[in-house]
């Protein structure tokens, strides 16, 4: 991604920007019919935007770690002027400084990066420690919903998906053949869809669907 020479100042006063070590619940008191989102490297943002549009009882926090693509989807988000939208510019693998276990309802993992370098796999979002972190930030019917362009990193994922004890709850290898209305496209995603390549996707739960 191009480096954007504004987006460090800007996140410095951005209204959207919670800091990583700032627990959100001093953004929000939750409802007990409110689900809390969170997506793990939003890039520029448009994805949690939409959704957060798209579901306004619901709470999304993105995270994302480039400044660049961070600074991007702090404008977006003030731009909307969105009460149940936030941005934490930081690591995904840092998210137990701002979020006690338990907390997260449905955490989404949109076109991660597929990091195919088998050194650097412990850099894949669905890596090991990750999804030992994911687990304990779940709720009890907590949810991971991962969408992906990339087989390789969707196969090796199931793997250990299934390896951390997660359960499957849905799998599609084509998830846009049908329109889904319900899930907007992120800003990768839609390039993907315009080249004609399938959307992967599955859905994981810390329990099996009662
Ligand atoms: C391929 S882009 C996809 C962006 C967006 N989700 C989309 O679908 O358009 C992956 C993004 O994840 C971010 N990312 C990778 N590892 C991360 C981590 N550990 N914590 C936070 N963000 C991360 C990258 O900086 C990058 O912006």
Redesign the pocket.
């Known amino acids: 991604?191009r480096r954007i020479p504004w987006a460090a100042e800007y996140l410095t006063t951005s209204p959207s920007r919670i800091q990583i070590d700032q627990s959100w619940t001093t953004i929000w008191q939750k409802q007990e019919d409110q689900k809390l989102h969170l997506?793990?490297?939003?890039?520029?943002?448009?994805?949690s935007a939409a959704m957060a549009q798209l579901y306004p009882h619901d709470l999304f926090i993105a995270?994302?770690?480039?400044e660049s693509?961070?600074g991007l989807a702090a404008r977006k988000f003030d731009e909307a002027h969105l009460d149940n939208l936030r941005l934490i510019y930081?690591?995904?693998?840092d998210l137990d400084l701002c979020f006690k276990s338990g907390e997260v309802d449905v955490l989404?993992?949109?076109?991660?990066?597929p990091w195919p370098k088998k050194r650097n796999a412990k850099?894949r979002?669905t890596a090991p420690s990750?999804l030992k972190q994911y687990k304990t930030l779940l709720s009890e019917e907590g949810q991971i919903i991962m969408?992906t362009d990339n087989s390789s990193l969707f196969e090796y994922s199931i793997l250990e998906f299934l390896n951390a004890g997660f359960f499957l709850e849905d799998i599609s290898v084509d998830f846009r053949r049908e329109e889904h209305p319900e899930d907007p496209l992120?800003?990768?995603?839609?390039k993907f869809v315009e080249n004609g390549q399938p959307i992967y996707r599955c859905i994981w739960r810390k329990h099996p669907v009662q």
């Open positions: 991604m997506e793990i490297g939003c890039g520029k943002g448009g994805y995270v994302e770690k480039n693509a961070a930081g690591d995904g693998a989404h993992l949109n076109f991660s990066d850099r979002l990750f969408k992120t800003e990768y995603e839609a």
